[in-house]
């Protein structure tokens, strides 16, 4: 009895109650989404909004059963509830059924299950549980590549899935790790490699070369080169440059001028390297090294582009980025859900008085665009009342996260935070035309049983872990 009465009491009941209020508006919005005259109640089974209760119905009951549980039972079995997962990916790859071109569901009589949302939480658990050991050191090259293993491992699995959007989920664990003391230069180079394959897609491939070799010259003069040694290194691409041309004339070779310059800057790598070396310039050979790593990357994107992603995932990247323009085809989507969401003005047209919805202008306006119903009949007040409320709750599991006696517990709230964090950002950007469309569900409001399972799971075993804060978790 006293333990029932410790864990009432330490529960933190304003981040249950929102996760209860944002359910609830999910289930609204939904309803407005495929309201359908014919079957007007909101209980009927036989619709989505109907099916929907029945999935929220079984998440409180989850919700509870975790409560219950110990939470030392969390850290004891991480690795089990991980491997678990890891198999349940590998055998919906053999005997998975194919959904919208994705191999990543089970077939259970009329339910449908889809391991990839649950390995969430189970990567998350995983990862807590390996860095939160005494002998865990950020830096170590060894903790590094477990660490990837444990993280990259569902992604890949997922990506064989063709499921490209709940694989790049698992990229937002890098913050976990910058939490725990992971040099910033990683971050730093996440966003360099973001935005080298957004810039090779824009440009052509000499324009991207020339802004890599501008942009290090730039940063050597930051770390502290004279204009003496700056000058130097232009000078030596430069008579580089011209010798490559000359020859190339000579030779008569039909060389491109990227090309050229290509050649010129791998022919100053080893007069380079000398120079750093004789003048002690330390920092210089990070931004040399990030140099030429950004220039091979540069050269694999048209690769990573055409061969790794699907058709229409190139598709709505190049209508995204304004290369291409396909209102009626790739755009689409996106075109009628700008439309949805502007129609909506500052206060919505009212409930279940959304005409883009209910004439269905807006493909998957239940599950991936749930955010234009929102915005079509609530407006700019409603939308922002939305993600206003999921802000607080993330805002909210941070601060929870901090408090934390336990490593484990602390690291496993800012994974939730951050995988809640990705999922807002990249759902409702994708709404709005500022990110590609993945099909990334919003938290707690897009349809589907696996999807608000898989969150409810995730944000309840910390609420569980967080009534024990107290307590120190190996």
């Not at 029945?54 to 939470?71: C, D, K, R, S, V």
């Not at 041309?245 to 000579?250: E, V």
């Not at 790794?308 to 085809?329: A, C, F, K, T, Y």
Request: charged fraction near 10%.
């Amino acid at each position: 009895m006293t333990r029932s009465v410790s864990l009432i009491k330490n529960l933190d009941w304003w981040t249950i109650f929102m996760y209860v209020l944002l359910v609830f508006l999910g289930w609204i919005n939904i309803y407005a989404a495929v309201y359908n005259d014919e079957h007007q109640s909101i209980f009927d089974v036989t619709q989505r909004y109907g099916k929907q209760l029945m999935w929220i119905g079984a998440a409180f009951f989850l919700a509870i059963i975790i409560l219950i549980i110990e939470g030392k039972f969390f850290s004891a079995f991480a690795y089990p509830t991980y491997l678990t997962m890891i198999f349940l990916l590998i055998a919906v790859l053999i005997f998975g059924r194919e959904v919208n071109g994705a191999r990543s569901w089970f077939q259970l009589g009329p339910v449908r299950f889809q391991p990839a949302e649950f390995a969430k939480f189970a990567t998350c658990l995983a990862i807590s549980r390996y860095i939160s050991q005494f002998n865990f050191k950020i830096h170590n090259f060894k903790s590094l590549v477990i660490s990837g293993i444990i993280l990259f491992t569902p992604a890949v699995l997922i990506i064989l899935q063709r499921d490209a959007g709940s694989a790049l989920v698992y990229t937002v664990f890098i913050l976990v790790l910058y939490r725990e003391g992971l040099s910033g230069i990683v971050l730093f180079l996440g966003f360099l490699a973001i935005l080298l394959f957004v810039i090779t897609l824009l440009m052509t491939k000499l324009y991207v070369l020339l802004f890599i070799v501008g942009g290090s010259f730039l940063f050597l003069k930051v770390m502290g080169l004279s204009w003496k040694q700056i000058l130097f290194g232009l000078v030596t691409i430069s008579i580089g440059f011209g010798l490559v041309w000359g020859i190339s004339i000579l030779l008569e070779m039909d060389l491109s001028v990227y090309t050229v310059l290509l050649i010129s800057i791998v022919l100053n790598t080893i007069p380079f390297l000398y120079y750093i070396y004789k003048d002690r310039i330390k920092n210089a050979i990070w931004v040399f090294a990030i140099a030429i790593g950004s220039i091979f990357f540069t050269l694999s994107v048209s690769y990573l582009f055409e061969k790794v992603l699907e058709s229409h995932q190139q598709e709505r990247i190049n209508d995204l980025l304004g290369i291409e323009s396909d209102p009626s085809g790739a755009g689409y989507n996106v075109v009628q859900s700008k439309i949805a969401i502007g129609s909506g003005g500052f206060a919505g047209k009212g409930f279940l008085n959304g005409t883009q919805t209910k004439f269905k202008f807006v493909p998957e306006q239940s599950t991936d665009f749930i955010f234009c119903t929102v915005g079509e009949e609530w407006g700019f007040i409603g939308s922002s009342v939305v993600l206003f409320l999921l802000l607080v709750l993330i805002i909210r599991l941070l601060f929870l996260a901090e408090r934390q006696r336990s490593p484990f517990s602390r690291i496993y709230g800012y994974g939730v935070a951050c995988i809640l964090f990705f999922h807002l950002a990249i759902n409702v950007g994708m709404t709005i035309g500022l990110a590609p469309v993945i099909g990334i569900p919003l938290p707690f409001f897009s349809y589907g049983g696996s999807s608000l399972w898989s969150f409810t799971i995730l944000l309840f075993i910390f609420l569980r872990l967080d009534a024990n804060r107290m307590e120190l978790l190996r």
